[in-house]
């Protein structure tokens, strides 16, 4: 997704005392005089271009959302002792729009000119615009599974070290990642998997042919296809993947969730209630 103008202009941020305007859904927090918050006006111009650009997209991945790993991504933030919270919640709020499973490339160049536009006129200069740039180019977890398996372990190491020297990253990441998991994260799993992929729930039988019990056929990946299967996959690996210390102490709590969640469940497919 390309977020990039040629013009380089002054930010259009101040340097404040504390996080005002909008407020994370946690307890305020002191700050430091030279913290950078986002500006009301243009939040509130660029969260309309962003509900415009999400409007068909589905519950698990829609405004809603966004609005959730904004505030998240904010309360790490501070958490982090984070001075640009502007680039956070900038970064927070456009990470999904172009997102390949609701939207065809050929409209990302509509989407990309909107929010240009919209950058140059509030003067968010092209610096800040790369940095946001890059956090979103890195924020999936097929990348970083992709990147973590290559045989050159310098690939790896090269990608983490983008989140030591921008920790700002890491406090987006975390929040689009802690949102997928926990009580939320299940309902989002639930409702993608009808929503997009059709997926049945689960698809264990007592008479498979491999003779495994539950247990052994989640194990061995027989259930890759189902919701189910996504947590396996990708949802219990999150909690281990956080990048900030806050957001791995807040993932500790919502990965219980889904264990807790997942005993049951198989438990109640195999009718032992």
Same mark, same amino acid.
């Given at each position: 997704?390309?977020?990039?103008?040629? +013009?380089?202009?002054?930010?259009?941020?101040?340097?404040?005392?504390?996080?005002?305007?909008?407020?994370?859904?946690?307890?305020?927090?002191?700050?430091?005089?030279?913290?950078?918050? =986002?500006?009301?006006?243009?939040?509130?111009?660029?969260?309309?271009?962003?509900?415009?650009?999400?409007?068909?997209?589905?519950?698990?991945?829609?405004?809603?959302?966004?609005?959730?790993?904004?505030?998240?991504?904010?309360?790490?933030?501070? /958490?982090? $002792?984070?001075?640009?919270?502007?680039?956070?919640? =900038?970064?927070?709020?456009?990470?999904?729009?172009?997102?390949?499973?609701?939207?065809?490339?050929?409209?990302?160049?509509? +989407? +990309?000119?909107?929010?240009?536009? =919209?950058?140059?006129?509030?003067?968010?200069?092209?610096?800040?615009?790369?940095?946001?740039?890059?956090?979103?180019?890195?924020?999936?977890?097929?990348?970083?599974?992709?990147?973590?398996?290559?045989?050159?372990?310098?690939?790896?190491?090269?990608?983490?070290?983008?989140?030591?020297?921008?920790?700002?990253?890491?406090?987006?990441?975390?929040?689009?990642?802690?949102?997928?998991?926990?009580?939320?994260?299940?309902?989002?799993?639930?409702?993608?998997?009808?929503?997009?992929?059709?997926?049945?729930?689960?698809?264990?039988?007592?008479?498979?042919?491999?003779?495994?019990?539950? /247990?052994?056929?989640?194990?061995?990946?027989?259930?890759?296809?189902?919701?189910?299967?996504?947590?396996?996959?990708?949802?219990?690996? =999150?909690?281990?993947?956080?990048?900030?210390?806050?957001?791995?102490?807040?993932?500790?709590?919502?990965?219980?969730?889904?264990?807790?969640?997942?005993?049951?469940?198989?438990?109640?497919?195999? $009718?032992?209630?």
């Amino acid at each position: 997704m390309s977020l990039l103008s040629s +013009n380089d202009k002054k930010s259009g941020s101040h340097a404040v005392g504390g996080v005002q305007n909008h407020e994370p859904t946690t307890k305020k927090a002191k700050h430091e005089y030279n913290t950078i918050v =986002l500006q009301p006006p243009l939040r509130k111009a660029l969260e309309q271009i962003v509900k415009e650009c999400m409007k068909n997209f589905d519950g698990s991945h829609d405004f809603f959302h966004v609005d959730r790993v904004r505030n998240l991504s904010l309360q790490i933030a501070i /958490k982090e $002792g984070i001075k640009d919270l502007e680039l956070v919640e =900038l970064t927070a709020l456009l990470h999904d729009i172009n997102d390949h499973k609701y939207v065809e490339k050929h409209h990302h160049q509509q +989407n +990309n000119q909107k929010v240009a536009a =919209l950058l140059q006129k509030h003067e968010i200069n092209a610096e800040k615009q790369k940095k946001m740039q890059l956090i979103i180019d890195n924020m999936s977890f097929s990348k970083e599974i992709k990147l973590k398996n290559d045989d050159n372990p310098e690939v790896y190491t090269k990608y983490l070290q983008l989140f030591a020297s921008m920790p700002e990253m890491g406090c987006v990441q975390d929040a689009d990642r802690l949102d997928a998991i926990g009580c939320i994260g299940i309902a989002r799993a639930f409702c993608f998997g009808g929503a997009q992929k059709n997926r049945p729930l689960f698809n264990f039988a007592s008479d498979n042919k491999q003779n495994f019990n539950v /247990k052994q056929w989640t194990e061995h990946n027989e259930c890759k296809d189902t919701t189910i299967g996504h947590f396996y996959e990708k949802l219990l690996l =999150l909690k281990d993947m956080m990048k900030t210390e806050t957001g791995k102490h807040m993932a500790q709590a919502k990965h219980e969730k889904m264990t807790f969640f997942l005993d049951s469940f198989l438990k109640e497919w195999q $009718g032992d209630f």
